[in-house]
């Protein structure tokens, strides 16, 4: 496996975390933070938060994962 893109560096949260999050329905910044800490640092991140969030929405087949 290679290594981890994080979405969060302060807080070491990748982005496959966020996605689980936002799969899971969080739907804001705030609730991908709650459930995940991304974004409760230094707060540069959020920007990338919503990308991955509108992605996510943008795909409904973005919840599917290749084994």
């Known amino acids: 496996m290679g290594p981890s893109v994080f979405a969060c560096i302060c807080c070491a ?3 496959d975390t966020v996605n689980a999050a936002i799969d899971a329905g969080a ?3 705030d609730a991908v933070s709650d ?7 230094c707060g540069t991140c959020h ?16 919840a599917l994962r290749v084994a």
Not at 35 to 41: C, E, I, K, L
Not at 47 to 62: K, N, T, V
């Open 13 to 15: 949260v990748s982005v």
């Open 27 to 29: 739907e804001t910044v």
């Open 35 to 41: 459930a995940t800490d991304a974004g409760t640092g």
């Open 47 to 62: 920007d990338r938060i919503e990308g991955l969030i509108e992605e996510r929405a943008g795909c409904p087949l973005a």
